[in-house]
Structures are given as C-alpha cells and as structure tokens.
C-alpha cells in the first residue's frame, strides 16, 4: 500500500504530477469538487495542530469527501495505552485513507506498516512533515516558476525544525540550489543533514548574520523556535528572539525575495511585512491544502480506491 | 597464554582489538551456561594487535552481530574439532533487535513491542539508522 512518510518517498516526477494537479485543481476546483465522494479521510492527530489538520479537512471537504477526526491524544484510544500499530489496522476499518501527527519520531512509519489503507504523515514529532514541503513546493513553483538555480535562506531553528530538513532534502534534488543556514549556535543544523548536502556537493552556508546575507537571497524561509521541542525552558526562552524580520531588514533584501514561513509564526516575522508582496506565507497555507488534495487523489488512486479521475487541461 | 582448542563451536578471529568485549554483550555471551574465552590485545601479524573470542559447544550465534562489530572478522565454524567453515561476514543491511534506539523522541522507545531494526545506511563508514527516527548509530 502506498504512503506517504518522507518527501523523498516521492521522485521529482511525481512531484511534478502532484503540481500538475494543485495547478488543475486551482484553475478548475468545480471539476474536483465530487471526486471523492463517499471516501472517508480519518485525520489523527495525536499531537496539537490546527491549521495542518483543518487543511487535510478542508482538502478533503473540497473532494466531496468526508472526514473522521481525533484530535488529541486525550480523548482517542491512544490514551488507553493503545499502540499506533492497532491504531491504524483499526481505523482501516472504517476510512479509505489516513492523515496522522504524532509526537513519537518514526509513529507515522509504523502506522503505515500497520495499515492496510494508505497513510499520510501529516507530522511526526520534530523528524519529518512531508505535506509542509510539498506546499512549500509549489509555493516555490509559483513563485519562481523553476526549482533549479536558487539561492535559498532558511533561517531560525534549524535543529529541530522539521520543515527545514524536509525541504533541504527535496530541493537537493534539483541543480544548482545553494543552501544558506542562518541560525544561532544551539540551533544549527543537524549534521545528518549537512552530510547529504556534502554527499552531493551542494554549496551552502552557515551563518548566524541574517543581515549579511539577506541580500543574496531568491528565498527566505523563516521558522519559529518550537518552545514543545525544549527539554529545558530557560534554553527556549533564551532562543526564541533570535531573528526577527522586520521591513527595516527587508529594505536589505531584493525586490523578487519570497518570504516563507511555515506558520504559526509567533513574532519571528512583524506583521507589518503581511502586505509586502515578497510576503507569501498566507499563500503558502492555500498551496498546501492544494497539495494535499492532490496527494489524496494519488494514493487514493494508486490504493485502487478511485478508479478515474478528472482530465487535467493541458495548456 | 594457552587456550585449549574446542571440538565443537566458533572461533572470531582477527577482531580489531578492543572490540571482542562489545561483541561479547551484543551476542549475548554473559549467558552463564555458555564455555567462552576471549583474548584480547594479542600479537597478530597481520593487525599488529587483535583480540579473539572463542565460544565451546554452540555454533548458531546471530552472525550479523559480527558482521555489524567487525566485518574484517573472520568466522571459524568447528565440527568434531574440524575447521569445517572459515568467513567474514560484511556488515548486514538491517539490524533487528541487536541495538536499541536511544532517542527518547522515537516510537521505538515507547512502544517495547516494536522490533528494534537499523538499516545501513554508509557501508564504508558503517554508519546505522533507526528505521522510525533514522538516529544514526556508528559501530
């Protein structure tokens, strides 16, 4: 059964695909509103979200799906001490497909193994979040027009930051992308991270001077400092401040800078940047639900759940 | 120092010195009803130092653990006191149940009943990941 765990699970024509789709779905939603009719999307979130669960919701709302939900450890089985691997051969029971976040590295894998429906990592603890790249993938497209050739800033932290390592890991994939790690000393990337980078002689930089580099930039991904990924409270608070971008900083930048954020923000970008055209953040949160309808579509698809599926316009 | 050959069993030869006493953990050989004599920081002439283990009476021991530990070991499987097998074993592609994941974040460590697996990822540096959370463990 197909899932979705790692964005790498995906090669970059299948990314391609799923873009294709997102374009379709945006330029012609009617054609997809009954696609999914009668499927179930079970969205488990053992973990607090809101906006990645209302998206998957929304996505499949936007199908003609429906939506079985559990959101919070506390009030599902899981609180009873069952495991993730009942969890899941359970709730192929009831749904056609699964979105789960769970606090737990690796839970995602092994509901997937578990399952006999197909799973989609909507977050596993701080190691991966494979729908966040992908709308941040087609942010990029849409934006950029191309995923090669690129110099992209991710700034914040960028140890725990699980959003971080998934897009670095997919847009090692295309030539000629060069890496700029801004981050203070305790948030710096991991280093089975840089080694892929290594591995592939990919050119990139680490710094903890935004300002220095912030002109060089064709993107700027920001992160919030995740206060549930600190073992230790005073660390937390010491490292939340570090960078916080304001139109002061942005006046350093270059008219075409895409400003990402995978949201919630905290107060790591000013709000008075919200109407600067280089701001795509908002936009990023509507590519995602995009995303994931079309992810939805292909596992579905591929699972043998839908049998046909709209026509994309070729233009 | 003698050591009485054995009639039936396995002699790990050419280990890299300092490594018979992780062995000896992960193969479970603290067991108390096994016969086992380990050497350690021996003359070789061909590593210059080496440490052996050899262990009496049983040959089915989890050779990926060795594969894992040192795979320039070399393996001496004995029957009826005859030299009836001599190998190494290259580092195995997965790892079940031999190491346990550290990571306090990982599914592995909350949920006891879920196998323990490594999967190779850098044979040159053998460099293990776990399966959920890909914490990479060196041998």
């Known amino acids: 059964?197909?899932?979705?765990?790692?964005?790498?699970?995906?090669?970059?024509?299948?990314?391609?695909?799923?873009?294709?789709?997102?374009?379709?779905?945006?330029?012609?939603?009617?054609?997809?509103?009954?696609?999914?009719r009668h499927k179930k999307l079970a969205t488990l979130f053992f973990e607090p979200s809101t906006r990645t669960r209302l998206s998957f919701e929304a996505a499949m709302y936007e199908l003609g799906g429906n939506v079985l939900s559990v959101s919070s450890a506390d009030s599902s089985s899981a609180a009873k001490g069952e495991s993730v691997a009942d969890t899941a051969k359970t709730v192929s029971c009831y749904a056609d497909i699964i979105a789960m976040r769970h606090p737990k590295e690796g839970a995602a894998y092994v509901?997937?193994?578990?399952?006999?429906?197909?799973?989609?990592?909507?977050?596993?603890?701080?190691?991966?979040h494979p729908t966040q790249t992908l709308a941040d993938l087609l942010t990029i497209w849409l934006e950029k027009g191309r995923f090669t050739d690129l110099t992209i800033g991710l700034c914040g932290d960028l140890k725990f930051g699980r959003t971080v390592h998934s897009l670095i890991s997919a847009m090692s994939r295309y030539p000629g992308n060069r890496f700029v790690l801004i981050s203070p000393e305790e948030l710096k990337v991991p280093s089975y991270v840089k080694s892929v980078l290594k591995e592939k002689n990919i050119p990139y930089e680490q710094t903890s001077d935004l300002m220095a580099v912030i002109g060089d930039l064709d993107i700027l991904y920001m992160t919030r400092v995740q206060r549930e990924r600190f073992f230790n409270e005073e660390d937390y608070l010491r490292l939340k401040d570090s960078y916080i971008l304001t139109p002061d900083k942005m006046r350093s930048?270059?008219?075409?800078?895409?400003?990402?954020?995978?949201?919630?923000?905290?107060?790591?970008?000013?709000?008075?940047?919200?109407?600067?055209?280089?701001?795509?953040?908002f936009k990023q949160v509507k590519n995602g639900k995009y995303m994931r309808m079309a992810l939805i579509l292909k596992l579905l698809r591929e699972a043998g759940t839908l049998k046909t599926l709209p026509e994309r316009s070729r233009t | 120092m003698t050591v009485d050959s054995i009639q039936n069993g396995i002699v790990i030869d050419h280990l890299r010195a300092g490594s018979a006493m992780k062995l000896y953990e992960l193969l479970g050989l603290s067991d108390?009803?096994?016969?086992?004599?380990?050497?350690?920081?021996?003359?070789?002439?061909?590593?210059?130092?080496?440490?052996?283990?050899?262990?009496?009476?049983?040959?089915?021991?989890?050779?990926?653990?060795?594969?894992?530990?040192?795979?320039?070991?070399?393996?001496?499987?004995?029957?009826?006191?005859?030299?009836?097998?001599?190998?190494?074993?290259?580092?195995?592609?997965?790892?079940?149940?031999?190491?346990?994941?550290?990571?306090?974040?990982c599914i592995s460590t909350t949920e006891q009943e879920l196998p323990q697996i490594f999967a190779l990822s850098d044979r040159e540096r053998r460099i293990y990941r776990c399966l959920y959370c890909e914490t990479r463990f060196s041998s």
Do not use: F
Not at chain 1, 111 to 128: C, K, Q
Not at chain 1, 255 to 274: W, Y
Not at chain 2, 92 to 100: H, K, Q, S
């Open chain 2, 32 to 105: 108390p009803s096994l016969t086992v004599a380990i050497m350690k920081n021996v003359t070789s002439r061909k590593l210059g130092r080496k440490d052996i283990i050899k262990i009496d009476g049983i040959t089915d021991v989890n050779l990926d653990v060795i594969g894992y530990v040192d795979p320039e070991a070399t393996v001496n499987i004995i029957r009826d006191g005859e030299l009836i097998e001599k190998k190494s074993i290259p580092a195995p592609e997965r790892l079940v149940n031999v190491l346990r994941c550290k990571n306090p974040r």
């Open chain 1, 1 to 36: 059964m197909r899932s979705l765990i790692d964005i790498l699970d995906l090669s970059t024509e299948e990314l391609q695909e799923l873009i294709e789709t997102a374009e379709d779905i945006i330029a012609d939603p009617e054609k997809y509103a009954e696609v999914c």
């Open chain 1, 253 to 281: 930048a270059r008219g075409d800078l895409s400003v990402m954020h995978p949201l919630p923000r905290v107060n790591e970008i000013s709000v008075a940047i919200d109407d600067d055209p280089r701001a795509c953040y």
């Open chain 1, 111 to 128: 509901a997937a193994a578990n399952a006999s429906i197909p799973v989609i990592n909507a977050g596993d603890g701080g190691h991966l």
